[in-house]
């Protein structure tokens, strides 16, 4: 299932980069983790944009 595929991925940037719990569900429950990390950290923008292609939408 799609939520599962983002909330593994989610997490694992989520650690790497120390965000908290409430962060990492907001952006699990709005599905739009990709534009989220680019804009909380835009050295992480390559990723996100790796992370954009490799992710199927719900």
């Known amino acids: 299932m799609a939520v599962q ?3 593994g991925i989610v997490m694992l940037i989520g650690q790497e980069i120390e ?3 409430d962060q990492l569900l ?3 429950h709005s599905l739009e983790g990709t534009w989220l990390l680019g804009r909380v950290r835009s050295r992480r923008l390559s990723l ?3 992370l954009k292609l490799s992710i199927e939408p719900c």
């Open 48 to 50: 996100v944009q790796v």
């Open 5 to 7: 595929k983002w909330l």
């Open 26 to 28: 907001g952006i699990v």
């Open 19 to 21: 965000w908290t719990g």
